[in-house]
């Protein structure tokens, strides 16, 4: 008898949006959620993006689960079968025969995280199955209709990975029917600190913490740090500060943010990575990196 692989565990969040921009980007979602178009979230780690594809989800009216997978987590022997399935004997140790992730969201919405690490030939094979909306699992040659939804999601330009040859431009178009970008938490500045009284509200009461609460000083430096570890590192970062903090009330002393030069270089990151992948702007670069260097130096003497 076939299997099906175990849902991934992943917490359902609230997802709020105070930020004009982000208000205007939960219109463009439900707009999105009621095509039952493919579409292609775009934004840095920690922004949220599974989070977004589970709301698109939500608002679709889609009956069936939404499975969320990373293609990242896989190693490329596995993940054909991760995502097909496979017949019993198809390789070494499939005893039995397995459904893939695609068959587990049937009916429902398949969320598929760094879709721009899957490997040429898995590119081709994800584009068959969107095409034909039908999949054949490894070992097999029975197709297997399918009524999924798919949602994916990238944090490289996937535009420029199509114009290096590295993505499939036909798998490009057919991902983007919709896309949604999903800036930054520094570019939604109104989303931080109702973001951060969600978290403190949630871990407070994991914790036992029935009053717990941002003293003024920690709502100050919130506001005042680059996030560039995004939603995710404002979560863990509250987190932590709820751990140690005295009576429920977190302080600025409480947040342990990454200094000033660390958080510089991590923001400059996603800019430093597009002028590499540009030999025109070499140059750029190399100031970019001198500036960096420059921003260093005073904590460097220090030591």
Same mark, same amino acid.
């Given at each position: ?61 889609? !009956? ?5 997978? %990373? ?14 399935? &496979? ?7 499939? !005893? ?26 898995? #590119? ?6 969107? #095409? ?18 798919? @949602?994916?999601?990238? %944090? ?41 009284? &969600? ?85 750029? @670069? ?15 003497? #220090?030591?």
């Amino acid at each position: 008898m076939d299997s099906l692989p175990p849902l991934p565990a992943v917490p359902a969040k609230t997802l709020l949006f105070h930020e004009a921009a982000s208000q205007e980007l939960l219109r463009q979602m439900e707009r999105v959620a009621r095509t039952g178009a493919t579409v292609l979230i775009i934004g840095e780690t920690g922004t949220g993006k599974e989070l977004v594809a589970r709301h698109v989800h939500a608002m679709s009216g889609r !009956k069936g689960p939404f499975v969320a997978v %990373n293609c990242g987590a896989f190693s490329e022997s596995l993940i054909d079968a991760e995502l097909f399935g &496979h017949e019993a004997g198809a390789f070494t140790g499939a !005893k039995q025969a397995r459904a893939g992730w695609f068959e587990a969201a049937n009916g429902g919405t398949l969320f598929l995280d760094e879709i721009g690490d899957l490997s040429p030939a898995l #590119q081709v094979k994800l584009l068959r199955v969107l #095409q034909e909306r039908q999949v054949v699992r490894v070992g097999s040659r029975r197709p297997i209709a399918l009524d999924v939804r798919l @949602l994916a999601a990238t %944090n490289v330009d996937l535009r420029r990975a199509v114009e290096a040859q590295r993505f499939r431009p036909d798998l490009y178009y057919r991902l983007s029917v919709a896309h949604i970008d999903l800036p930054p938490l520094r570019e939604r500045p109104g989303d931080i600190l109702p973001l951060a009284e &969600h978290f403190i509200g949630l871990y407070g009461q994991a914790l036992g913490l029935s009053q717990a609460a941002l003293a003024p000083d920690a709502q100050a430096a919130l506001l005042g740090y680059a996030w560039p570890g995004n939603v995710r590192e404002l979560e863990n970062v509250l987190h932590s500060a709820l751990i140690v903090c005295r009576d429920g009330v977190v302080c600025a002393s409480d947040l342990r943010l990454a200094a000033p030069v660390l958080a510089q270089r991590a923001d400059a990151a996603a800019s430093t990575a597009a002028l590499a992948a540009d030999g025109s702007a070499l140059p750029q @670069l190399a100031a970019t990196i001198d500036a960096l260097l420059r921003a260093s130096e005073p904590n460097l003497m #220090q030591r």
